[in-house]
């Protein structure tokens, strides 16, 4: 497969093009030396377009985690032995693609590996695995994982606050450094085997989240997708975290986000709001973020287990004879089992705690009821697991001293490595399975204990069990972790509540037989339907569909380091060239221009609504040439424009979205619409006056013509969603009136219908029209929605044009819109301007005795 993204020079001088998956080829081992990287650093980011035709036949998944999905160990004579990671997600995950999917891994290795070993491992793992490793120097490696990503993000994503030294820590800038050069890394192995612009890329969880904009850089139309396993936090505790906007910015360089949740998904969407200034709509079931004119989908999906890998463990006869072992070992006592990783998230004290209340509450448990805690080795590391390891072992210790006796211990603690068939049979064994975690972004231990206790045949004849009769299990599931809402059949509880948590597992021990059948077939259904194998091939779907278009759109790179962004746009849509429409501007006259005045005319980031000095000096100087006719359309109350621009006596204003219109300053205001009463804004207003009373930071601004309540400054969520329940109760109420309710740019406005400022563009060509006048030129500039209107009038009004007519019809921003031309800011718009005024008065003054100013009469 060729690979456009040459990492090697020379073989791009030489002609040679770089093969991947045909040829076996050396890859070139990118630099991994440690050391800190800017975030400004921009070496190789050259954006690139990948136009070139494509070699590919089949097509290809890139995935791309922390770890590869290998077992590593030395063998006695020193050689590296590899071999596949059964119980690794990205291994299971392929099973979902499809056979046709050729799929390509990008991730560390586990152990270390010498430098002078680096590019032979890499060219056996190329060739026997298609595994590209990311070799992290030791100290580089450190920072990054159990420094930032350990101390920073894991806390953080599980809602625990830096609120001291001992609890997260204090934000260490090397360690982000240290994160963004391993993501740097990561990003340059993408490179040496990616096809562009047929290869799809899936990068997993909150170790490579900034690896999106490496990526994007490099690549404008790079297929992205990526899937966060851990939560993600509400937005009060994610806005403490220094490097918010970097990552929000770099995860919306995907084209596709998976959450397990709706829950995570709503608190990221939320932070996009807060903290960017993004909404999000629902189109068809489908959540989408309009981010620079590209759609950032987002997915929620729980992932799965992987049901093959444990039926085969099941029909193991190790299995078979552990599960003898342990039937023998607990004879006449039922087991509640806790499977957790030894940290401070996953809430073993607190299980601990509420078995001890169980048996304090229920001596008839006593020497009959036994909890198997295994304590799985901790990811990480530091004081935190020190000081959970030894609560757990001082909590076991008391209870059993407490309540235990010869032959019967009421807490079994593992704490060493079991083999996965040994914590097969353990569930095989268990009545009920206990995950009680006080924060976890998924946890499969309740879907592998569902599948397991189905069984199968050699297990039933073991346990003395009828095969005919119906299977049981039962769940107590913390209402923080990331599968409870899949499983509505547990028993769902607060963690910290140890009194209830208690009486949970009372009530899964007492629960009648066919209860528990019945639970467990319905689990069971779900698990089964929803293996991992399904969960993948739900996401690849999608990200097919969300890159659906990146072909015919056109992408421009923008921004510096983190702050690079994607701009996508239809291939029509350009920017609007100064040298063009002065050129344009000379040659033509007659000439009719349209300016929006908010966002358009007036700049965005002044206080003062006022126009300036600037602006009213460039559209005197437009209205003094007498080819031009130059019309105002603004939103605002007639009242006020004409305070703000009495001194532009040659100025036609348009006024409440063009409901009221007036040529020049001589002229008398008429209406665009004819209204019989507005006897509807005594219904509207009372609507508006509640919710603005009940939204701090709202205000309602009346017109004449119109009823707008704003939500500007108001919350983003709450604003949102007030304006949601306003529209319906302004549209219910006002059903047989006269009037559309809108919802724009954190405003809801009511208006009479018909209303809108393409009615001044068609009074401006209509009237041009009967007088004779074919404008050759025409130039109308907007900045929103209401804008709109003004684009669709212009482009279908060729019978009121000259048959040479320049039109210019130009948006502020790059962003989906009507209009052809497009300029960045207010900036951009009054120095164009002003080049169209300087054209006006350099005419002028050439033709000095014979200028006369057109008189336009609407």
């Not at 505790?237 to 998904?265: K, M, Q």
């Not at 620079?292 to 929620?300: A, C, D, F, H, M």
Request: aromatic residues 10%.
């Amino acid at each position: 497969m060729v690979s456009r993204s040459y990492s090697n020079l020379l073989d791009l001088i030489s002609g040679d093009s770089p093969t991947f998956g045909r040829e076996k080829k050396r890859l070139p081992r990118a630099t991994t030396v440690a050391g800190a990287l800017s975030e400004l650093d921009d070496d190789n980011c050259n954006s690139v377009g990948s136009d070139a035709p494509s070699s590919v036949s089949q097509e290809r998944m890139i995935i791309v985690g922390n770890q590869l999905p290998l077992r590593v160990h030395r063998k006695e004579n020193g050689e590296w032995d590899f071999s596949w990671d059964e119980d690794s997600l990205l291994l299971q995950l392929k099973d979902g693609l499809g056979e046709d999917v050729e799929v390509i891994y990008i991730g560390g290795l586990k152990e270390e590996i010498d430098l002078d070993e680096q590019d032979d491992v890499a060219q056996t793992l190329l060739d026997s695995f298609k595994c590209v490793p990311a070799f992290l120097p030791p100290e580089l490696f450190s920072k990054f994982y159990h420094g930032f990503c350990k101390q920073h993000l894991w806390p953080l994503f599980h809602y625990m606050l830096p609120l001291s030294p001992d609890l997260g820590g204090r934000f260490d800038r090397s360690l982000w450094q240290a994160y963004l050069s391993v993501n740097k890394i990561f990003a340059d192995k993408v490179m040496e085997v990616i096809s562009p612009d047929d290869d799809f890329v899936w990068v997993h969880d909150y170790h490579l989240m900034v690896l999106p904009t490496f990526l994007r850089k490099r690549f404008n139309r790079v297929k992205l997708g990526f899937f966060l396993h851990s939560p993600f936090p509400s937005s009060e505790i994610y806005r403490t975290l220094p490097v918010r906007d970097e990552l929000l910015r770099a995860l919306l360089n995907s084209d596709l986000i998976g959450f397990h949740t709706f829950d995570y998904a709503r608190h990221f969407l939320s932070c996009c709001s807060r903290m960017l200034g993004l909404s999000y709509q629902s189109k068809r079931g489908y959540i989408g973020l309009e981010y620079y004119g590209r759609t950032v989908s987002i997915k929620i999906l729980p992932v799965g287990i992987h049901i093959g890998q444990l039926q085969y463990v099941l029909n193991l006869p190790e299995t078979e004879s552990k599960v003898a072992e342990l039937r023998d070992q607990f004879r006449d006592q039922t087991i509640l089992l806790g499977v957790d990783d030894m940290d401070i998230f996953k809430g073993i004290s607190l299980k601990l705690l509420a078995m001890e209340q169980l048996l304090i509450q229920h001596p008839d448990k006593r020497g009959k009821v036994v909890l198997v805690q295994i304590a799985n080795p901790a990811r990480g590391r530091g004081r935190d697991v020190q000081e959970v390891q030894s609560e757990t072992n001082a909590t076991v210790g008391r209870i059993n001293e407490t309540f235990g006796r010869p032959g019967y211990q009421p807490v079994v603690l593992i704490d060493i490595p079991l083999q996965f068939y040994e914590r097969i049979a353990y569930y095989v064994l268990a009545e009920c399975c206990l995950v009680t975690a006080v924060r976890d972004g998924m946890n499969l231990i309740p879907y592998e204990y569902i599948i397991c206790r189905q069984g199968n045949e050699k297990l039933d004849e073991t346990l003395r069990l009828n095969p005919e009769s119906p299977k049981k299990s039962m769940l107590v599931l913390s209402e923080f972790i990331g599968c409870s809402p899949s499983l509505s059949g547990a028993i769902r509880v607060n963690p910290w509540n140890i009194d209830a948590v208690a009486e949970a597992m009372n009530s899964a021990l007492v629960v009648a037989e066919s209860e528990k059948q019945l639970r467990h077939e319905k689990h069971h259904r779900y698990v089964s339907t929803h293996d991992v194998g399904y969960w993948a091939r739900s996401f690849w779907q999608d990200l097919e569909r969300a890159c659906r278009d990146h072909v015919r759109r056109r992408c421009w790179g923008i921004g510096f380091g983190l702050g690079f962004r994607v701009i996508a746009l239809d291939p029509n849509f350009r920017k609007l060239s100064s040298e063009h429409i002065v050129s344009a501007y000379k040659r033509t006259k007659n000439r009719a221009i349209l300016l929006d005045y908010d966002g358009a005319v007036m700049l965005p980031s002044s206080i003062s609504a006022t126009p300036s000095s600037e602006a009213v000096g460039i559209l005197n100087s437009l209205c003094r040439d007498p080819k031009n006719i130059v019309f105002l359309v603004s939103g605002k109350d007639r009242k006020t424009l004409t305070e703000w621009f009495s001194s532009c006596e040659l100025l036609g204003i348009a006024a409440e979205h063009g409901y009221f219109l007036r040529p020049n300053q001589e002229a008398d205001w008429e209406t665009c619409a004819s209204i019989p009463d507005f006897d509807w804004k005594q219904i509207a207003e009372p609507v508006m006056q509640l919710y603005a009373e009940t939204t701090d930071g709202s205000t309602i601004e009346s017109k004449e013509s119109a009823l707008a309540w704003n939500y500007q400054h108001a919350d983003p969520d709450f604003g949102s969603c007030q304006a949601k329940e306003l529209l319906d109760h302004l549209e219910s109420v006002l059903a047989n009136e006269p009037v559309s309710v809108k919802s724009g740019q954190h405003i809801v406005e009511v208006k009479p219908q018909g209303v809108n400022k393409g009615l001044v563009a068609e009074r401006l060509l209509v009237t041009m029209k009967q007088k004779s006048i074919l404008p050759d030129f025409v130039l109308c500039i907007g900045d929103d929605r209401s804008d709109e209107d003004m684009f669709e009038v212009i482009a279908s009004a060729k019978d009121s044009l000259s048959p040479v007519a320049e039109v210019f019809a130009c948006t502020v921003g790059r962003k989906p819109s009507k209009a052809k031309y497009y300029l960045e800011d207010t900036t951009e718009i009054l120095r164009m301007l002003q080049a169209l005024a300087s054209a006006s008065e350099q005419a002028a003054a050439r033709n000095a005795p014979q200028n006369t100013q057109r008189a336009f009469v609407a």
